[in-house]
């Protein structure tokens, strides 16, 4: 009984703190990022945007700050996607934001490197 009651204390605590807090978000490979962290939360739809992008713009390509390098990164080491579940690294915080972005109807969500392996396995 006491046991039951504990743990449906601990169900209550859990939620909650889960509701209250940041969303839980799968990094991804890990190393570091292109840029500080902290300045990336912030800022990193200035530097993928078409339009306000130099490199689109200029035809310049800057490999650094390119869509698929960020995925390279953060895509789940689970399955080399970086948008295929709700913790996933470019849904997580957007969808507790509320914020959509249609990016992967042209771009790929998933690590180039597991589908070039995937690809070269056949
Ligand atoms: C070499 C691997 C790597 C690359 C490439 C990379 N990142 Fe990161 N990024 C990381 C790691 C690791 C962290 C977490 C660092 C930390 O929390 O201390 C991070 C953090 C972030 C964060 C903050 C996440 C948070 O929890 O607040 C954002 C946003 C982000 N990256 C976006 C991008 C974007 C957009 C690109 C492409 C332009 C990119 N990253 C490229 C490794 C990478
Ligand atoms: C209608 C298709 C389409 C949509 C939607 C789209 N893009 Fe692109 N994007 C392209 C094409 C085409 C290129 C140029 C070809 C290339 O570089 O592979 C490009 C290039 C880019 C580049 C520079 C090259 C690279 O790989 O980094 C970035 C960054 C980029 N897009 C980010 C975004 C982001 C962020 C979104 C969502 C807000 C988005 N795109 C939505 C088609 C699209
Ligand atoms: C740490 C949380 C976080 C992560 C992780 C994150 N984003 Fe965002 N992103 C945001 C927030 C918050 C906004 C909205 C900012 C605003 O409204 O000014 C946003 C906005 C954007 C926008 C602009 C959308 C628009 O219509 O204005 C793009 C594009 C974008 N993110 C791309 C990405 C991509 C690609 C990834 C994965 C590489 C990613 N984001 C990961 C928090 C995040």
Redesign the pocket.
Known sequence: MMKKLFFFLMMCLSLSAWAAGSPK?D?????????D??W??KN?MH??KHGRDDALRRGIRDE????K??I???ASTKDDSAIARADS?CVS?HSYEAVKIDCFECHSGTRKSAWLQQRNAK
């Open positions: 978000i990094i991804g490979k890990g190393g570091q990022c292109v840029e962290p902290q990336m939360r990193h530097l993928l650094k700050h390119s869509l390098n960020c390279e990164c953060h690294f915080c």
